[in-house]
């Protein structure tokens, strides 16, 4: 569904009349008993979903989104219950009704599409069977007939020889497959109502486009009503006719789709509006020194790309306060690498490549059936970039594309098979002992998971002290001088630091893993999907610190990354990698705006949400993967007051 | 979205499992056993031989014995060459069926064979007492964690754990042999299945705490997957939710764990067998060690050492059937 | 498809329902909370630990049972290897309270002493075990490849070996067997599920990211594996040490019960519980009371170790 399914979906005064909602929530609280006592997880909800029509409930993480949907069909937890208010479902209370009834309801009248493909199929069965079990419980067919309908069914959700297919197991299918079995099962026996609880985020972007796109396609034509549980709001906005926005578990606005993108009315949702990076379409600036820049909280919701200066302290570069370097405008993306590296707008800086990256190839051997027949497999093949000085480059593909494992290989945790890794000139392919952890101080990673990447045995202060104390830096009391000083960096209270992992959000401890990171003071830092785990928010939030820092301290970074949306807010010169080899790489501006690659378009055009027109913001308009590509309408000047618009640097537009 | 962490082996798409696979993997495990059974076996014979006093000591009783037949006896026993030597003859011979003669004069396979059945049936009814009991046990506490039901069922398998197997068999030949008379006090030659029900449940009892406890958790745990959810949304009722898909997925670690168990329980049957007097394997171990006899010490625990090898290969087989995620190429 | 006609309806009034503010306040993004106070995972797994009553009547048991083994002759004046011959098969009372044995000794002693001998056999076979089993395991785990798989074999030839099995044909072995004998040799065929499953928890961990960026900090091997794997593998091998201990009692009492364990001289409640066999029917209490004391203190080890995996249990554990 695009912009014009959304505007058929405005109020029609005429029709609606004698409508009756197909589900109406009314007060909805819901609360949770834990060790810790009772939680209330959602505190007076209402909506209501019409016949046919998909409304997206977007939230964070703990906004509540997911358990007031699976309320509907009492599938909450245990130890969650709903403790007032009502649920309304074809016009008849639901909400106290014995179990017996909302078994008749459940699969028949009210469908699901689980969050993640992976553990909602069980491994043991057949997926066929799966769905075959799906219509037998509701009564829809059985036996031979109910496996007939079961292929079919798999067939009608995309997936390709359904017939063989249906007789494996889960482990045989990839994700996307799964998925569409998961929304076969979902429909198996035509609902009325079908929860969506993030669909698709598990994804890769371009199968989440294509299975969002079967699946409104398929409840259309069903005239099945669809409530889409998603973390992002552009997907929303392009899916749904009506948004609700959860917030702690409050529903904080609501309404039509458009409407509420283009005019949001309360802070929250103007705050998460700002920060949505799918909407977003400008490389970030650092602001010191730019007056305008200031944001209060959604007051200035409008001007994008926004910039809140933290609480930064420590000396300033003054060349380097605005180092938003761009590159030359080549003509052909594959002489690339050959080229001497992007040239600078700011003479301070110096043009010379800090890394250089040249032939990388890496080979796993794949084990076959017996083990003296291995296959190589190149997941890495030929990759061949630089890293300006004080400039960010991304790496961008889908899973399996090689991209991590590049990284790794710059971090020299893994051995490329051929190829060069070049520091400063010098090779570092070879380096062992002590050159390597000499060179270790000066290339330094941030890694995806938040969760994983601090020891949770380890103070933070241990763990911002500890690469101090492996290379044998300062005494104790410098040492714990350096800790105060990387915390305050990265905008944390000093008293953080005799607190452990645990204690911490995603978002903060990503932010201690920075502070250990910068540490040793490196010249490059890798950063392998390091904002990928995070919500909007907190994403946006530690792109904007990245981006100060870099601008700081004249870092380099490298910047690992499936989502399109990120490389446009924080990458100077970007790299397309598809099964382990780049298929494009120039400045972000020339693969955003010309993209010479159908991969590359195809991913452009996944970016949920990047065709929607908001105020203050510019749309990307890659339709099709083989369409021409239209030129990006940039919209006027609201933006540009008194930020430093790269782009217009690169004198591209 | 690329999630895995490090390190990053990027996998092409499963191949389907085809025969060679499964031949490979079978001929695999098998490769797996063999040093597991050499050294096995090897440390076992050090044990039994080093550091032992004089068999030949052993075999003479307390009657004098003079030097050329105790050479003569020597060179029988190979004790005459080195250890290492001596297990590899030992471990021909027994692959030829020849387990050598024990100190009574009778052949040791023919006292084995003798004996063994005896306590294949004990081990028989142990393992069916323990999955029986233990599941069902084990399925109720894990569907009602939390309960009374639950708490009890845990204590009780907390108890049996803690009180040793004699304890329990004494326990049990005194109550319902000596005073309800309700089983046989003493077992004797040639059991029949009926005779063996009390010692096996004596033998099978600890193994049941522990599979209880294994059910519990693995239920408890597969209650709250996700793909119970999606299967209770699809409209399935609890019944069917916990029979099609909380029950199978959540049996296959206990499967795997009695099956082993099998293994596990010959080797324990020595107590029980003690207990109640009846000649299995077990008892003649321990009269092996009672009179220092280490051909048959050797034997037995080889034998035992093989049955528990194979019944863990068999396991690892059961384990591929049961979960087709098990890449038989792995 | 379905035949039916596709009921479609629009919503009537396009209400843009905005919440008041004061209902919801915003807070910062990502605020930090300063109100709790530092907790390390062991300290906030101790907590857990004191709020679990399974965990306060293990360990008041365990306290208990450590000042028994410590102090036996506090709890009696009766010394438990005098046996007096005259005073044999004596009901309880005030000079001997459990009464005496067939032998004439006292029974209350000579279970208060045979704590001493369970307590020492099991604590010290456990430590034993658990450093073969742990280093062995540890090692397996990090440094894969070849070295596992030799490490996994031998593992796996010490796991054929049933504990009581093969400490049955060592204990025969040796002239003249005593309680350090009995943990060396239980030790030595008890190590196993340690080793199996440290080598498990240190895989798990090894590949997490802060060990890797340890590495790329700058970190060699062994500091990774000292500072950072083993600190995070340790806890399931701690729960797996703890019941361990009280298997190995068992496995102990098995042994004297067997008459190779622990000679007649000392005091053990499984020869105690062997020796009371032939009375069971006249004298059941003399077969109670040591196998009573033997299923308590097994009893509250394995509870104690239920209580620390809960206490541990990452599921339950903030994140």
Redesign the interface.
């Given at each position: 569904m695009t912009t014009s399914t959304n505007t058929a979906a405005a109020p029609d005064a005429g029709s609606a009349a004698g409508n009756d909602p197909l589900l109406e929530i009314s007060d909805l609280e819901i609360t949770f008993g834990t060790t810790n006592g009772e939680v209330r997880a959602v505190r007076g909800a209402s909506l209501s979903v019409y016949p046919g029509e998909t409304v997206a409930i977007v939230g964070e993480s703990g906004s509540g989104k997911s358990t007031t949907a699976m309320s509907i069909a009492r599938l909450l937890p245990k130890n969650g219950s709903i403790t007032g208010g009502s649920i309304r479902f074809g016009g008849r209370d639901i909400t106290a009704v014995p179990t017996r009834e909302i078994l008749a309801l459940r699969g028949s009248e009210i469908g699901l599409v689980p969050q993640d493909p992976m553990s909602n199929l069980n491994p043991m069965w057949k997926v066929g069977a799966q769905i075959t079990e799906a219509l037998a419980a509701n009564g829809v067919a059985r036996g031979a007939k109910a496996r007939a309908r079961s292929v079919e069914l798999l067939e009608e959700a995309g997936l390709p020889d359904a017939a063989r297919r249906a007789n494996q197991y889960p482990h045989e299918f990839s994700g996307g497959m799964k998925q569409r079995a998961l929304i076969a099962m979902g429909l198996a026996a035509r609902p009325k109502l079908l929860i969506a609880d993030e669909p698709t985020s598990a994804l890769d972007v371009t199968v989440q486009q294509q299975i969002l796109d079967h699946l409104d396609t398929l409840t259309e034509e069903l005239g099945v009503a669809v409530l889409l549980i998603t973390h992002d709001l552009g997907l929303a906005a392009e899916r749904a006719q009506h948004l609700v926005v959860m917030y702690k578990g409050q529903i904080v606005e609501s309404g039509p789709a458009i409407e509420l993108l283009q005019n949001p009315q309360h802070p929250y949702t103007k705050r998460l509006i700002a920060a949505a990076p799918s909407l977003a379409s400008r490389r970030l600036v650092s602001g010191s020194g730019t007056p305008a820049a200031e944001e209060t909280d959604g007051a200035s919701a409008v001007q994008r790309p926004t910039y809140s200066a933290p609480k930064l302290s420590g000396p300033k570069v003054p060349s380097l306060t605005v180092s938003t370097p761009t590159g030359p405008t080549p003509t052909d993306p594959s002489t690339q690498a050959e080229h001497a590296g992007p040239q600078f707008g700011y003479g301070e800086v110096s043009s010379d490549a800090v890394i250089q990256v040249q032939d990388l190839t890496k080979e796993f051997p794949i084990r076959g059936n017996v083990p003296w027949r291995t296959t190589p497999f190149t997941a890495v093949d030929k990759v061949s970039f630089e890293i300006a000085r004080g400039t960010t480059t991304a790496i961008v593909g889908e899973s399996g594309s090689g991209k991590s494992t590049v990284a790794q290989m710059v971090l020299k945790l893994l051995e490329p098979t051929s190829g060069r890794v070049l520091f400063e000139g010098k090779d570092v392919t070879t380096y062992k002992g002590k050159e390597l952890k000499s060179l270790r101080r000066r290339v330094q990673p941030i890694f995806q998971n938040p969760y994983g990447t601090l020891d949770p045995m380890y103070s933070i202060y241990n763990t911002i002290e500890e690469p101090l104390r492996l290379h044998g830096i300062g005494d104790a009391k410098s040492r714990e001088a350096k800790v105060r000083d990387l915390l305050d960096k990265v905008a944390l209270p000093a008293e953080m630091m005799r607190r452990y992992p645990n204690e911490l959000s995603g978002g903060q401890r990503q932010r201690i893993a920075i502070a250990r990171a910068l540490a040793l003071d490196p010249e490059v830092v890798i950063c392998d999907e390091a904002v990928s785990a995070l919500d909007v928010l907190v994403q946006s939030q530690v792109l904007e610190l990245l981006n100060d820092l870099q601008s700081e301290l004249g870092l380099s970074y490298l910047f690992i990354t499936h989502d399109l949306a990120v490389v446009r807010q924080i990458a100077d010169r970007t790299l397309v990698m598809e099964k382990g080899k780049v298929v494009e790489q120039g400045t972000t501006d020339e693969v955003f705006h010309a993209p010479q690659q159908d991969y590359t378009k195809r991913l452009l055009a996944a970016i949920p949400g990047g065709s929607i027109p908001l105020a203050g913001s510019e749309t990307i308009d890659v339709d099709a993967p083989d369409a021409a590509v239209e030129d990006e309408q940039v919209d006027g000047s609201p933006q540009d007051d008194g930020v430093i618009d790269p782009f217009s640097e690169a004198g591209h537009v | 979205m690329d999630g895995r962490l490090f390190p990053f082996f990027p996998r092409p798409a499963l191949p389907q499992p085809k025969v060679t696979d499964v031949i490979w993997y079978i001929g695999r495990r098998l490769l797996q056993m063999i040093p597991v059974f050499l050294g096995a076996t090897l440390i076992v014979y050090l044990m039994a031989f080093v550091s032992s006093g004089d068999p030949i000591a052993a075999i003479a009783g307390d009657k004098p014995i003079s030097p050329a037949v105790a050479d003569k006896l020597r060179a029988q026993y190979n004790l005459d060459k080195p250890v290492l030597i001596q297990w590899l003859i030992y471990l021909g011979n027994l692959f030829q069926g020849d387990f050598g003669i024990g100190f009574n004069g009778r052949p040791i396979i023919d006292q084995i064979k003798a004996a063994f059945p005896v306590t294949f049936r004990l081990a028989i009814i142990a393992v069916v007492i323990e999955s029986v009991f233990g599941v069902v046990a084990g399925v109720i506490s894990g569907l009602k964690k939390g309960t009374l039901i639950d708490t009890t069922l845990l204590m009780v398998s907390l108890l049996v754990i803690a009180v040793p197997t004699f304890v329990i068999g004494f326990i049990a030949q005194f109550v319902l042999g000596v005073q309800l008379g309700v089983a046989p006090v003493n077992v004797g030659r040639d059991p029949s299945w009926q005779n063996l029900l009390v010692p096996g449940a004596v033998l099978g009892a600890v193994s049941f705490a522990y599979v209880l406890r294994l059910t519990r958790t693995s239920i408890a745990e597969v209650a709250t997957a996700d793909h119970v959810r999606t299967a209770t949304a699809k409209g399935l009722s609890r019944g069917g939710v916990v029979s099609k898909h909380i029950l199978r997925n959540s049996l296959i670690p206990v499967v795997t764990f009695i099956g082993a168990d099998l293994g596990a329980l010959m080797g324990g049957a020595i107590v029980t067998e003690g207990i109640f007097n009846i000649s299995g394997i077990g008892s003649l171990l321990f009269r092996a060690i009672i009179d220092g006899e280490s051909p048959m010490i050797v034997s037995v625990v080889t034998l035992l050492v093989i049955i528990f090898l194979v019944a863990n290969l068999i396991v690892d087989l059961l384990y591929a059937v049961l979960d087709p995620r098990i890449r038989y190429a792995k | 498809?379905?035949s039916e006609p596709?009921?479609?309806?629009?919503?009537?009034?396009?209400?843009?329902?905005?919440?008041p503010?004061d209902?919801?306040p915003?807070q910062a993004?990502?605020a930090?909370?300063?109100t709790?106070a530092?907790?390390?995972?062991?300290a906030?797994a101790g907590r857990n630990l004191v709020?679990n009553p399974v965990f306060l009547i293990s360990a008041a048991l365990i306290v208990v049972i450590l000042f028994v083994a410590a102090f036996p002759g506090l709890l009696t004046g009766q010394d438990p290897n005098y046996g007096d011959i005259s005073k044999a098969n004596q009901p309880p009372s005030s000079e001997h309270p459990f009464g005496t044995t067939r032998q004439g000794y006292d029974v209350l002693a000579r279970v208060l002493y045979g704590t001493r001998t369970s307590v020492m056999v099991g604590f010290f076979t456990m430590i034993l075990a658990t450093l073969i089993g742990g280093v062995l395991g540890a090692l397996a785990g990090y440094v894969g490849g070849v070295f596992d798989a030799i490490l996994s074999?031998?593992t796996?030839?010490?796991f054929?070996?049933?504990l009581?099995?093969?400490a049955?044909?060592?204990a025969?072995?040796?002239e003249s067997m005593n309680v350090p004998m009995v943990i060396l040799v239980l030790g030595v065929f008890g190590w196993t599920n340690v080793a199996r499953i440290m080598r498990g928890s240190v895989i798990s961990v090894k590949?997490?990211?802060?060990v890797?960026?340890?590495?790329?900090?700058?970190?060699n091997s062994v500091?990774n594996l000292v500072k950072?794997v083993v600190?995070?593998a340790i806890a399931p091998v701690i729960v797996t040490a703890t019941v361990n201990l009280?298997v190995y009692i068992?496995a102990e009492?098995?042994l004297s019960?067997?008459?190779?364990g622990l000679p007649a001289s000392s005091v053990s409640w499984?020869g105690d519980?062997?020796d009371a066999?032939p009375a069971?029917?006249t004298q059941?209490m003399m077969?109670f009371y040591p196998?009573m004391a033997?299923?308590?203190t097994?009893?509250s080890f394995?509870?104690l170790g239920d209580a620390v995996r809960d206490a541990l249990d990452p599921k339950?554990?903030?994140?």
């Amino acid at each position: 569904m695009t912009t014009s399914t959304n505007t058929a979906a405005a109020p029609d005064a005429g029709s609606a009349a004698g409508n009756d909602p197909l589900l109406e929530i009314s007060d909805l609280e819901i609360t949770f008993g834990t060790t810790n006592g009772e939680v209330r997880a959602v505190r007076g909800a209402s909506l209501s979903v019409y016949p046919g029509e998909t409304v997206a409930i977007v939230g964070e993480s703990g906004s509540g989104k997911s358990t007031t949907a699976m309320s509907i069909a009492r599938l909450l937890p245990k130890n969650g219950s709903i403790t007032g208010g009502s649920i309304r479902f074809g016009g008849r209370d639901i909400t106290a009704v014995p179990t017996r009834e909302i078994l008749a309801l459940r699969g028949s009248e009210i469908g699901l599409v689980p969050q993640d493909p992976m553990s909602n199929l069980n491994p043991m069965w057949k997926v066929g069977a799966q769905i075959t079990e799906a219509l037998a419980a509701n009564g829809v067919a059985r036996g031979a007939k109910a496996r007939a309908r079961s292929v079919e069914l798999l067939e009608e959700a995309g997936l390709p020889d359904a017939a063989r297919r249906a007789n494996q197991y889960p482990h045989e299918f990839s994700g996307g497959m799964k998925q569409r079995a998961l929304i076969a099962m979902g429909l198996a026996a035509r609902p009325k109502l079908l929860i969506a609880d993030e669909p698709t985020s598990a994804l890769d972007v371009t199968v989440q486009q294509q299975i969002l796109d079967h699946l409104d396609t398929l409840t259309e034509e069903l005239g099945v009503a669809v409530l889409l549980i998603t973390h992002d709001l552009g997907l929303a906005a392009e899916r749904a006719q009506h948004l609700v926005v959860m917030y702690k578990g409050q529903i904080v606005e609501s309404g039509p789709a458009i409407e509420l993108l283009q005019n949001p009315q309360h802070p929250y949702t103007k705050r998460l509006i700002a920060a949505a990076p799918s909407l977003a379409s400008r490389r970030l600036v650092s602001g010191s020194g730019t007056p305008a820049a200031e944001e209060t909280d959604g007051a200035s919701a409008v001007q994008r790309p926004t910039y809140s200066a933290p609480k930064l302290s420590g000396p300033k570069v003054p060349s380097l306060t605005v180092s938003t370097p761009t590159g030359p405008t080549p003509t052909d993306p594959s002489t690339q690498a050959e080229h001497a590296g992007p040239q600078f707008g700011y003479g301070e800086v110096s043009s010379d490549a800090v890394i250089q990256v040249q032939d990388l190839t890496k080979e796993f051997p794949i084990r076959g059936n017996v083990p003296w027949r291995t296959t190589p497999f190149t997941a890495v093949d030929k990759v061949s970039f630089e890293i300006a000085r004080g400039t960010t480059t991304a790496i961008v593909g889908e899973s399996g594309s090689g991209k991590s494992t590049v990284a790794q290989m710059v971090l020299k945790l893994l051995e490329p098979t051929s190829g060069r890794v070049l520091f400063e000139g010098k090779d570092v392919t070879t380096y062992k002992g002590k050159e390597l952890k000499s060179l270790r101080r000066r290339v330094q990673p941030i890694f995806q998971n938040p969760y994983g990447t601090l020891d949770p045995m380890y103070s933070i202060y241990n763990t911002i002290e500890e690469p101090l104390r492996l290379h044998g830096i300062g005494d104790a009391k410098s040492r714990e001088a350096k800790v105060r000083d990387l915390l305050d960096k990265v905008a944390l209270p000093a008293e953080m630091m005799r607190r452990y992992p645990n204690e911490l959000s995603g978002g903060q401890r990503q932010r201690i893993a920075i502070a250990r990171a910068l540490a040793l003071d490196p010249e490059v830092v890798i950063c392998d999907e390091a904002v990928s785990a995070l919500d909007v928010l907190v994403q946006s939030q530690v792109l904007e610190l990245l981006n100060d820092l870099q601008s700081e301290l004249g870092l380099s970074y490298l910047f690992i990354t499936h989502d399109l949306a990120v490389v446009r807010q924080i990458a100077d010169r970007t790299l397309v990698m598809e099964k382990g080899k780049v298929v494009e790489q120039g400045t972000t501006d020339e693969v955003f705006h010309a993209p010479q690659q159908d991969y590359t378009k195809r991913l452009l055009a996944a970016i949920p949400g990047g065709s929607i027109p908001l105020a203050g913001s510019e749309t990307i308009d890659v339709d099709a993967p083989d369409a021409a590509v239209e030129d990006e309408q940039v919209d006027g000047s609201p933006q540009d007051d008194g930020v430093i618009d790269p782009f217009s640097e690169a004198g591209h537009v | 979205m690329d999630g895995r962490l490090f390190p990053f082996f990027p996998r092409p798409a499963l191949p389907q499992p085809k025969v060679t696979d499964v031949i490979w993997y079978i001929g695999r495990r098998l490769l797996q056993m063999i040093p597991v059974f050499l050294g096995a076996t090897l440390i076992v014979y050090l044990m039994a031989f080093v550091s032992s006093g004089d068999p030949i000591a052993a075999i003479a009783g307390d009657k004098p014995i003079s030097p050329a037949v105790a050479d003569k006896l020597r060179a029988q026993y190979n004790l005459d060459k080195p250890v290492l030597i001596q297990w590899l003859i030992y471990l021909g011979n027994l692959f030829q069926g020849d387990f050598g003669i024990g100190f009574n004069g009778r052949p040791i396979i023919d006292q084995i064979k003798a004996a063994f059945p005896v306590t294949f049936r004990l081990a028989i009814i142990a393992v069916v007492i323990e999955s029986v009991f233990g599941v069902v046990a084990g399925v109720i506490s894990g569907l009602k964690k939390g309960t009374l039901i639950d708490t009890t069922l845990l204590m009780v398998s907390l108890l049996v754990i803690a009180v040793p197997t004699f304890v329990i068999g004494f326990i049990a030949q005194f109550v319902l042999g000596v005073q309800l008379g309700v089983a046989p006090v003493n077992v004797g030659r040639d059991p029949s299945w009926q005779n063996l029900l009390v010692p096996g449940a004596v033998l099978g009892a600890v193994s049941f705490a522990y599979v209880l406890r294994l059910t519990r958790t693995s239920i408890a745990e597969v209650a709250t997957a996700d793909h119970v959810r999606t299967a209770t949304a699809k409209g399935l009722s609890r019944g069917g939710v916990v029979s099609k898909h909380i029950l199978r997925n959540s049996l296959i670690p206990v499967v795997t764990f009695i099956g082993a168990d099998l293994g596990a329980l010959m080797g324990g049957a020595i107590v029980t067998e003690g207990i109640f007097n009846i000649s299995g394997i077990g008892s003649l171990l321990f009269r092996a060690i009672i009179d220092g006899e280490s051909p048959m010490i050797v034997s037995v625990v080889t034998l035992l050492v093989i049955i528990f090898l194979v019944a863990n290969l068999i396991v690892d087989l059961l384990y591929a059937v049961l979960d087709p995620r098990i890449r038989y190429a792995k | 498809m379905r035949s039916e006609p596709v009921t479609r309806s629009v919503r009537p009034a396009a209400t843009h329902f905005v919440a008041p503010l004061d209902e919801t306040p915003l807070q910062a993004v990502d605020a930090v909370d300063t109100t709790s106070a530092p907790r390390s995972m062991w300290a906030e797994a101790g907590r857990n630990l004191v709020r679990n009553p399974v965990f306060l009547i293990s360990a008041a048991l365990i306290v208990v049972i450590l000042f028994v083994a410590a102090f036996p002759g506090l709890l009696t004046g009766q010394d438990p290897n005098y046996g007096d011959i005259s005073k044999a098969n004596q009901p309880p009372s005030s000079e001997h309270p459990f009464g005496t044995t067939r032998q004439g000794y006292d029974v209350l002693a000579r279970v208060l002493y045979g704590t001493r001998t369970s307590v020492m056999v099991g604590f010290f076979t456990m430590i034993l075990a658990t450093l073969i089993g742990g280093v062995l395991g540890a090692l397996a785990g990090y440094v894969g490849g070849v070295f596992d798989a030799i490490l996994s074999r031998v593992t796996d030839i010490f796991f054929a070996i049933p504990l009581i099995l093969g400490a049955i044909v060592i204990a025969n072995r040796v002239e003249s067997m005593n309680v350090p004998m009995v943990i060396l040799v239980l030790g030595v065929f008890g190590w196993t599920n340690v080793a199996r499953i440290m080598r498990g928890s240190v895989i798990s961990v090894k590949n997490q990211d802060f060990v890797t960026a340890s590495t790329a900090l700058g970190a060699n091997s062994v500091t990774n594996l000292v500072k950072h794997v083993v600190p995070n593998a340790i806890a399931p091998v701690i729960v797996t040490a703890t019941v361990n201990l009280g298997v190995y009692i068992v496995a102990e009492a098995t042994l004297s019960f067997l008459g190779v364990g622990l000679p007649a001289s000392s005091v053990s409640w499984g020869g105690d519980i062997s020796d009371a066999r032939p009375a069971l029917r006249t004298q059941p209490m003399m077969l109670f009371y040591p196998s009573m004391a033997l299923a308590i203190t097994v009893l509250s080890f394995i509870m104690l170790g239920d209580a620390v995996r809960d206490a541990l249990d990452p599921k339950a554990r903030k994140r």
